[in-house]
C-alpha cells in the first residue's frame, strides 16, 4: 500500500514518511577512496523506546533534545558527543557506551538507510572536535559541517518517503493494531 494511502488519526503516513528529524552516524570507513556508504540514518521517531537497550534508550532521548532544541531536521551523533564534552562528561561518565546504541540502531529492526558519503563529509560528520560555533579558527569547518547537515537533509527529505513505501510493500513494516 502507497504511504500517501495510509492515513489515519494518529498521523502515521506523516510519521513514516516525514519524521522530525533524523540521526545520523559515520560509520567505519572502509575504503581508500571516496565515496562510500559509511553514514548510518535512523529516524528516531520510529524506534519503540520500550523495545530498546538502556544505551540506545538516552541516546534517542538525547538525541530528542537536541533536535527539539536546536530545530534541527538532522543530528549528527558527533553533535551530542561534543555537547558532552563541553559539559565536561562522556557517554561512558554516564554509564552508557554509543558504540553499543549504535550498533543496536545498525543491526535492530529499525528503518534505516546508509548513506554513501565523501571522505571529509564523514570527517565533519564524525568528529565532535568539529565546534558548532562561530570561531574564526573554526569558521570553515563549522560552514563545511553546515553544508554537510544541509545535504543530508536534503537527500533523506528527498528520499525517506520512498524507502519507507519499499519497507511496506515487501511486508517488513507492520502497525501495531
Known amino acids: 500500500m502507497p504511504l500517501d494511502q495510509l492515513t489515519d488519526t494518529a498521523g502515521l503516513y506523516g510519521q513514516l514518511a516525514e519524521p522530525a528529524y533524523w540521526l545520523v552516524a559515520g560509520l567505519e570507513w572502509r575504503r581508500a577512496s571516496s565515496p562510500a556508504e559509511a553514514a548510518l540514518a535512523v529516524a528516531p521517531d ?40 563541553e559539559a565536561g562528561r562522556s557517554w561512558a561518565s554516564l554509564g552508557l557506551s554509543s558504540h553499543v546504541a549504535l550498533g543496536e540502531l545498525q543491526d535492530g529492526p529499525y528503518p534505516a538507510l546508509v548513506l ?36 543530508i537533509t536534503d537527500k533523506l527529505a528527498a528520499d525517506w518517503s520512498a524507502y519507507m513505501t519499499s519497507i511496506i510493500r515487501a511486508g517488513r513494516l507492520r502497525t501495531a493494531t
Do not use: G, K
Request: aromatic fraction near 8%; glycine fraction near 0%; proline fraction near 3%.
Open 46 to 85: 520510529l524506534i519503540p523506546r520500550d523495545a530498546v537497550t538502556r544505551d540506545t534508550y538516552q541516546l534517542l532521548a538525547c538525541a530528542d533534545l537536541y533536535a527539539t532544541t536546536r530545530a534541527a531536521r538532522v543530528v549528527f551523533l558527533s553533535d551530542l558527543n561534543r555537547l558532552l564534552n
Open 116 to 151: 554513501t558519503i565523501t571522505e571529509r563529509a564523514h570527517m565533519l560528520i564524525s568528529d565532535p572536535a568539529a565546534s558548532d560555533r562561530w570561531h574564526s579558527e573554526h569558521e570553515l569547518v563549522y560552514y563545511e559541517r553546515e553544508l554537510v547537515r544541509h545535504a
